[in-house]
């Protein structure tokens, strides 16, 4: 089963508002992070946390990572309609000597102008 | 333009059809990723190389077969096609396969495939 679970699945808000969008995970990590896509093209990194930093800033992004409820969050500011994309948080997850990077079903965000 | 470079842009293909795609990497990374995205799922992992071997392959159907001749290009070689095999096949790279901090992928912009 996958590791990360994005909430809302959707969410759908007006230029200049703020969009949370929350990330819930299983098991131990290392760090997480956020990755965004735009409608038919691949993604893009856009901020990773540790596991000892419980927030972390970038330009109009914040994320914020709970290691205690294994959830994190992504907080985008002063949003912007080139912000609609979908956002999705990844981990790695290992399974005996396997490794991968583990990606949620992501949050559709739609910014009105 | 992220570094990872995906041909063609869009397939379209019969059943029946031999078809590959083709993924090139200009950022020295040693790792390098095939992912499947189907509308409405998660990211699925098909496949991974580390130095040009194969370290992953995660129970993917043998009409999909990799190629890795070396670091820098990745193929997914395509026969015998099904309909639902429809979907955006996505190339990654990364420095390693390490969960380290520093190990994020970068992604190419995807192929469109489409199998009628």
């Known amino acids: 089963s996958q590791q990360g679970e994005e909430d809302p699945q959707a969410l759908s808000i007006q230029e200049g508002e703020n969009a949370t969008m929350n990330c819930s995970y299983k098991?131990?990590?290392?760090?997480l992070q956020w990755y965004r896509q735009n409608s038919g093209r691949g993604l893009v990194h856009l901020i990773l946390?540790?596991?000892?930093?419980r927030e972390k800033h970038s330009g109009r992004l914040r994320v914020t990572l709970d290691t205690s409820k294994k959830s994190s969050s992504l907080l985008i500011t002063a949003s912007r309609a080139a912000d609609t994309a979908s956002y999705f948080c990844?981990?790695?997850?290992?399974?005996?000597?396997?490794?991968?990077?583990?990606f949620g079903s992501g949050t559709q965000l739609t910014v009105l102008p | 333009e992220t570094g990872v470079t995906q041909t063609p842009r869009h397939l379209v293909m019969g059943m029946t059809n031999k078809k590959s795609l083709k993924c090139e990497q200009h950022?020295?990374?040693?790792?390098m990723y095939w992912y499947k995205q189907s509308a409405k799922k998660p990211l699925e992992l098909m496949f991974v190389?580390?130095?040009?071997?194969?370290?992953e392959n995660n129970s993917v159907p043998s009409r999909f077969s990799p190629e890795c001749p070396n670091s820098s290009h990745l193929f997914l070689h395509l026969h015998t096609l099904q309909p639902e095999d429809s979907a955006l096949y996505l190339c990654?790279?990364?420095?390693?396969?390490?969960?380290?901090?520093?190990?994020?992928?970068?992604f190419g912009a995807g192929s469109r495939l489409t199998v009628l």
């Open positions: 190389y580390s130095l040009e071997e194969r370290v």
């Open positions: 946390i540790r596991s000892n930093e």
């Open positions: 950022l020295g990374h040693n790792a």
């Open positions: 098991t131990s990590i290392n760090n």
């Open positions: 990844a981990t790695w997850f290992s399974s005996g000597s396997a490794r991968q990077l583990t």
């Open positions: 990654a790279s990364s420095r390693d396969r390490g969960s380290s901090g520093a190990n994020v992928l970068t």
